[in-house]
């Protein structure tokens, strides 16, 4: 029987913020909202809030494109809160937040919805026994607030110098993070132009997407107060190295980690090694979920610790897939798996499923991980064998277009609606130079 909208809502607290987003995040990667004032809360969430299905072949330019189930002025959503994530946004005072679920006007679920794809390869998981744990790192660049990038942080990277340049800001970001019930594990300026990193706890896999959503709408709040604009798109420097969106991962069952304290690389168990195979065997049409802008492709060079590489190493960051087993006797809590050839131009829903969907496919499958790589591959020139991930947006589009495993586990609508708007963004910027690049994506991350 089809999921329908639900009957029996939770109890709302009254709010004391006067309006409340509703957000999504399209197949380009940008977060659309609708808004309700707080005292229609309880409506929109028994009876949705309208938005039309033609979001869901918005290219990142706001360009329209029709695909074969989706696309064009026809049909209607309705945008249902899901409650539980309600939040008070600190970083937005007056403003709540709460992400939105896509269902039909006849109240079945959309089945392009991003956020019930992720939640529906998670609900796969815990069927087969594993529970999965997820996290963003979030990058970005901070500049003044102006049309053109003007950072505001100088000095070496990770360097205390270009702290204290921003020490303020990151105090500010930091508690209205935690006071919006998102708990920061780290944060330090970057290496690259006016870049900072942070990392948050982990949560199952849609509860990390939420996430990633609130806290690039936090930073770039909490960064207008400071008279700067954050720019989360991969790269703001020709030729400079870029910003990513790696995400962390790891799975347990019943009686722990699963990539710790078996038998396989660096202790991990057979299903822990086979779930790491599977995302493995899918990172080039991953690539095109989580990095397909054409911009991306500025970043996703090697030798930058981008992970342009199809190869895993134990702490080996110029591969795709990297492995952390944390310090000795943390092994059984602190190992987890890096996805590092993501950026923020990827929506996190369709991001965190694709890997879960890959994973348990690589499960099913009894996979087992290649020889590790160490070093950079691209010093070994192609007699290393390593394959290269797709260069460009269109590589990566046909990547994905070939994925029997994404496509199984997308559907039809939102797997070429996802095709559509990559192939659509390849071919409008094919013959844009890196400056051209940059200049389209700036500020829309």
């Given at each position: 029987m089809p999921e329908r909208i639900p009957i029996e809502l939770p109890l709302i607290e009254p709010l004391d913020d006067e309006m409340v987003i509703l957000s999504f995040v399209d197949n380009a990667g940008i977060t659309r909202v609708k808004t309700v004032p707080a005292q229609r809360l309880t409506h929109a969430a028994r009876y949705g809030v309208g938005a039309s299905p033609c979001f869901e072949t918005y290219a990142f330019d706001d360009v329209p494109e029709v695909g074969r189930y989706l696309g064009g002025p026809d049909g209607d959503l309705r945008l249902i809160p899901d409650l539980s994530r309600l939040t008070s946004l600190a970083c937005q005072p007056g403003w709540a937040w709460a992400p939105a679920d896509k269902f039909t006007q006849d109240g079945t679920r959309f089945p392009a919805c991003q956020r019930a794809f992720a939640a529906r390869q998670a609900e796969q998981a815990r069927q087969s026994g594993l529970r999965l744990s997820m996290a963003f790192e979030t990058e970005w660049a901070l500049g003044r607030d102006a049309d053109e990038f003007i950072p505001v942080m100088h000095g070496p990277g990770y360097g205390i110098i270009r702290l204290g340049d921003v020490a303020d800001y990151a105090r500010d970001l930091v508690s209205a993070l935690h006071r919006q019930g998102v708990a920061v594990e780290q944060f330090h300026p970057e290496y690259a132009l006016s870049q900072l990193e942070l990392s948050v706890a982990p949560a199952d896999p849609v509860a990390a997407a939420d996430d990633a959503v609130l806290v690039r709408h936090t930073i770039r709040q909490v960064a207008r107060r400071f008279g700067h604009r954050a720019q989360l798109a991969p790269v703001i420097e020709a030729g400079g190295c870029g910003s990513g969106a790696h995400l962390h991962f790891s799975m347990h069952d019943e009686r722990g980690s699963l990539l710790a304290g078996g038998d396989g690389p660096y202790g991990m168990q057979a299903v822990g090694e086979a779930f790491l195979a599977g995302v493995l065997r899918e990172i080039p049409a991953l690539v095109a979920v989580g990095?397909?802008?054409?911009?991306?492709?500025?970043?996703?060079?090697?030798?930058?610790?981008?992970?342009?590489?199809?190869?895993?190493?134990?702490?080996?960051?110029?591969?795709?897939?990297?492995?952390?087993?944390?310090?000795r006797g943390t092994e059984s809590w602190a190992a987890n798996a890096e996805l590092k050839c993501l950026d923020a131009t990827g929506n996190p829903y369709l991001v965190v499923g694709s890997v879960v969907a890959a994973g348990l496919a690589g499960v099913r499958d009894g996979l087992t991980l290649p020889?590790?790589?160490?070093?950079?591959?691209?010093?070994?020139?192609p007699k290393s064998g390593i394959p290269r991930l797709p260069a460009t947006a269109a590589e990566a589009a046909e990547r994905l277009s070939e994925s029997t495993v994404l496509a199984a586990a997308m559907g039809p609508e939102l797997h070429d609606a996802l095709l559509t708007v990559r192939r659509a963004e390849a071919t409008r910027y094919a013959d844009a130079t890196a400056a051209d690049l940059i200049d389209a994506t700036r500020w829309r991350f």
């Amino acid at each position: 029987m089809p999921e329908r909208i639900p009957i029996e809502l939770p109890l709302i607290e009254p709010l004391d913020d006067e309006m409340v987003i509703l957000s999504f995040v399209d197949n380009a990667g940008i977060t659309r909202v609708k808004t309700v004032p707080a005292q229609r809360l309880t409506h929109a969430a028994r009876y949705g809030v309208g938005a039309s299905p033609c979001f869901e072949t918005y290219a990142f330019d706001d360009v329209p494109e029709v695909g074969r189930y989706l696309g064009g002025p026809d049909g209607d959503l309705r945008l249902i809160p899901d409650l539980s994530r309600l939040t008070s946004l600190a970083c937005q005072p007056g403003w709540a937040w709460a992400p939105a679920d896509k269902f039909t006007q006849d109240g079945t679920r959309f089945p392009a919805c991003q956020r019930a794809f992720a939640a529906r390869q998670a609900e796969q998981a815990r069927q087969s026994g594993l529970r999965l744990s997820m996290a963003f790192e979030t990058e970005w660049a901070l500049g003044r607030d102006a049309d053109e990038f003007i950072p505001v942080m100088h000095g070496p990277g990770y360097g205390i110098i270009r702290l204290g340049d921003v020490a303020d800001y990151a105090r500010d970001l930091v508690s209205a993070l935690h006071r919006q019930g998102v708990a920061v594990e780290q944060f330090h300026p970057e290496y690259a132009l006016s870049q900072l990193e942070l990392s948050v706890a982990p949560a199952d896999p849609v509860a990390a997407a939420d996430d990633a959503v609130l806290v690039r709408h936090t930073i770039r709040q909490v960064a207008r107060r400071f008279g700067h604009r954050a720019q989360l798109a991969p790269v703001i420097e020709a030729g400079g190295c870029g910003s990513g969106a790696h995400l962390h991962f790891s799975m347990h069952d019943e009686r722990g980690s699963l990539l710790a304290g078996g038998d396989g690389p660096y202790g991990m168990q057979a299903v822990g090694e086979a779930f790491l195979a599977g995302v493995l065997r899918e990172i080039p049409a991953l690539v095109a979920v989580g990095a397909g802008n054409p911009v991306s492709f500025l970043r996703l060079q090697p030798s930058r610790w981008a992970g342009a590489w199809q190869c895993w190493g134990r702490e080996t960051r110029e591969t795709a897939l990297r492995f952390v087993t944390g310090v000795r006797g943390t092994e059984s809590w602190a190992a987890n798996a890096e996805l590092k050839c993501l950026d923020a131009t990827g929506n996190p829903y369709l991001v965190v499923g694709s890997v879960v969907a890959a994973g348990l496919a690589g499960v099913r499958d009894g996979l087992t991980l290649p020889g590790e790589t160490t070093g950079d591959p691209a010093l070994s020139g192609p007699k290393s064998g390593i394959p290269r991930l797709p260069a460009t947006a269109a590589e990566a589009a046909e990547r994905l277009s070939e994925s029997t495993v994404l496509a199984a586990a997308m559907g039809p609508e939102l797997h070429d609606a996802l095709l559509t708007v990559r192939r659509a963004e390849a071919t409008r910027y094919a013959d844009a130079t890196a400056a051209d690049l940059i200049d389209a994506t700036r500020w829309r991350f």
